[in-house]
C-alpha cells in the first residue's frame, strides 16, 4: 500500500497527480497533528481571553458578521454555516476532480492556520482513503469568501449528511457512515468557516487542468509532426538556428522537440517541390511554444495556491494573530485559468487546421483522404466536427475573471468567478482532447498515402500502436466509434 505523508512539505502537481492517479493513502504526519491541535488550542484559549468579537468565531457570517452569537450556540453557528451554504447546482464535478480537492482542501487545514479539530481532518482523510468521495455540483462559487457552495456540499459528509459517491454509487452519507459506525462530527466554532472558506474547488479544477494541458501539450507536438509527415511538410522550420535568434523557452523545446520526432524519416527527407508549409505546420514552434510558457506560468501559480491556507480568518498562533482577511480570494487563480484555457485553446485551433489541410487534396493526397472520393465522403464530417469545437472553445475563452458581482449585501463587493473560469476551462481541455483525437485520426490515414517511405522510428511506432486500436478506412463506414477510441488514445499517450 502507497502512504503519502501530509505535511508542510511542497506539494506539487505531479504530487497530486501520482497520488490521485496511483490510489495512494494518505495520512497526517506528525507535524501536521501537532499544528492542526496547536492551533485549535490556541483559539480555545483566545475565546476564553478575548472581549472582543472574533469574526465568523464568535459572530455571524458575511453581511452578518457585526452580529454576535452567544458561546452556547456557536457549535449550531457553524453546522447552519454549513447545511445553508449547500446550495450548489447543475452538474456534478467528477469524481476524479472530487478527489483532488478533498486532497487539497486536507492539505491546507494541515498548515496549522485554519483552527479546525484534529477529529474533523482525521475524517476528511477517512473519507479520501475509503473513497467516500462528496458528490459536489458545479455552479454556486463566485470564486471570493472561497467556494462556499461547493465546499459546503464537501463538507456535508463530515455532518452525516448529503451524498456521496461509494462502490460505484450515490448513496445518502447518512446511510454510509451509519453502516461504519461513524457519528457526525460535532463542530466548534471556526470550523465550519474554516472548511467553507477556501480556493480548493478552484484549484482542484484547476489541478487536473494542468495534468491534461500538459499532456495536451505533449500530444500535440507528436500528433503535429505525424500530419507534418501526411502532408509532405518540411523540415527547414525546425531548424535551431531559428529558434536562438528569437530564444523563447517554449518556441526552442517545441522546435526541439518536433525534429527529434522526424529524425530517420524518408517522408522528410525526400526532395519537396514545395517551398514553404501553410503556418498550421511551419509555425508550430512559435504557436505550441506560446502556449508551453503559457501552461509554465499557470502551474507555478496554481502551485503557489496548494501550497497555501486560504480560509478566513487566519490563525496564526506564532504570530498572536487572528486576522479577518482576503486569502479566500480567488483572483490569483481566475486569471491564469482564463490564460490557461487560451493556452489550450489554441493548441485545438491549430490543431483543427492541420486536419483542414489534410483532407484538402493537397500535396497529391486524395480529397477527404479516401482512394474513391465522390463514391465516398471519406474523412468530410470528422473535419466539420473538429471545426465546431474548436468554435465551442474559442466562445469559452471569454474571460470569467474580468467580471464580478456584488454579493452578501455589499459587504463580498468583488469576486473572482474564478469557479466559473475553472469550469469552462475543464471544457476547453476535454474539447482539445477531441480536436487532437480527430488530427490524429487523419494524419493516421494521410500517412498512408505516403507508402512506401517510411516516417521517423518514433513516428511509425505511434502509428503502428494506433493502427491496433483505430484502422484504415477504405471506403465509408461509421465514423464516432472510431473518433471516441482516437480520443481515448490521444488521452493515454
Keep these: 500500500m502507497k502512504v503519502h505523508q501530509i505535511s508542510t512539505k511542497h506539494l506539487s502537481i505531479d504530487d497530486v497527480k501520482r497520488i490521485v492517479s496511483e490510489d495512494y493513502k494518505i495520512a497526517l504526519s506528525p507535524e501536521a497533528r501537532k499544528r492542526i491541535q496547536d492551533c485549535r488550542d490556541y483559539l480555545d484559549r483566545k475565546m476564553e481571553t478575548q472581549k472582543e468579537p472574533i469574526y465568523g468565531v464568535t459572530t455571524g457570517f458575511g453581511s452578518l458578521c457585526n452580529i454576535s452569537v452567544g458561546k452556547e450556540e456557536l457549535s449550531q453557528l457553524q453546522k447552519n454555516l454549513v447545511m445553508s451554504h449547500a446550495c450548489g447546482t447543475g452538474e456534478r464535478v467528477p469524481k476524479e476532480i ?85 457519528q457526525p462530527i460535532v463542530l466548534k466554532s471556526k470550523e465550519g468557516l474554516a472548511l467553507l472558506n477556501g480556493t480548493q474547488f478552484m484549484s482542484g479544477y484547476a489541478v487536473w487542468c494542468m495534468i491534461g494541458a500538459e499532456q495536451i501539450s505533449a500530444a500535440a507536438d507528436t500528433i503535429g509532426a505525424l500530419s507534418l509527415e501526411g502532408f509532405d511538410g518540411r523540415v527547414e522550420p525546425f531548424n535551431e538556428a531559428v529558434h536562438l535568434i528569437r530564444p523563447h523557452n517554449g518556441q526552442l523545446q517545441t522546435a526541439a522537440r518536433i525534429g527529434e520526432l522526424l529524425k530517420g524519416s524518408q517522408i522528410i527527407g525526400q526532395k519537396k517541390t514545395h517551398v514553404q508549409d501553410p503556418y498550421s505546420f511551419r509555425c508550430m514552434p512559435q504557436v505550441h511554444g506560446a502556449s508551453k510558457d503559457t501552461i509554465a506560468y499557470v502551474k507555478s501559480v496554481v502551485t503557489t495556491e496548494i501550497n497555501s491556507a486560504t480560509d478566513n480568518p487566519n490563525v496564526i498562533p506564532e504570530k498572536d494573530l487572528i486576522v479577518s482577511a482576503g486569502n479566500f480570494h480567488g483572483q490569483p487563480l481566475a486569471l491564469v485559468m482564463d490564460f490557461l484555457a487560451i493556452a ?150
Design 98 to 182: 472530487v478527489k483532488i480537492i478533498l486532497l487539497l482542501k486536507i492539505q491546507s487545514l494541515s498548515y496549522g492556520y485554519s483552527g479546525v479539530q484534529l477529529e474533523t481532518v482525521e475524517k476528511l482523510v477517512y473519507m479520501f482513503n475509503e473513497d467516500i468521495l462528496p458528490v459536489v455540483y458545479q455552479q454556486g462559487s463566485l470564486g471570493a469568501s472561497g467556494d462556499l457552495a461547493p465546499l459546503a456540499h464537501l463538507s456535508l459528509p463530515l455532518l452525516n449528511l448529503g451524498e456521496v459517491y461509494v462502490d460505484g454509487e450515490v448513496r445518502a452519507a447518512s446511510e454510509v457512515m451509519a453502516q461504519r459506525g461513524l
Design 344 to 493: 489550450v485553446a489554441e493548441l485545438g485551433s491549430i490543431s483543427g487546421q492541420r486536419t483542414y489541410q489534410l483532407i484538402s487534396g493537397k500535396r497529391n493526397l486524395p480529397p477527404f483522404l479516401v482512394a474513391n472520393p465522390g463514391l465516398n465522403s471519406g474523412f468530410m464530417i470528422p473535419q466539420y466536427t473538429a471545426a465546431s469545437i474548436v468554435s465551442q472553445s474559442k466562445q469559452l475563452c471569454t474571460p470569467a475573471s474580468v467580471d464580478s458581482i456584488e454579493s452578501s449585501q455589499g459587504q463580498e463587493d468583488h469576486v473572482s468567478m474564478g469557479a466559473n473560469a475553472a469550469t469552462k476551462l475543464y471544457r476547453v481541455v476535454e474539447n482539445t482532447f477531441r480536436v487532437l483525437g480527430i488530427e490524429l485520426f487523419n494524419a493516421a490515414q494521410a500517412l498512408e498515402f505516403r507508402r512506401p517511405l517510411k516516417s521517423s522510428a518514433t513516428l511509425e511506432k505511434l502509428y503502428a500502436d494506433y493502427r491496433r486500436t483505430v484502422p484504415f478506412v477504405e471506403n465509408d463506414e461509421i465514423m464516432y466509434p472510431l473518433i471516441a477510441k482516437s480520443v481515448e488514445f490521444v488521452k493515454a499517450m
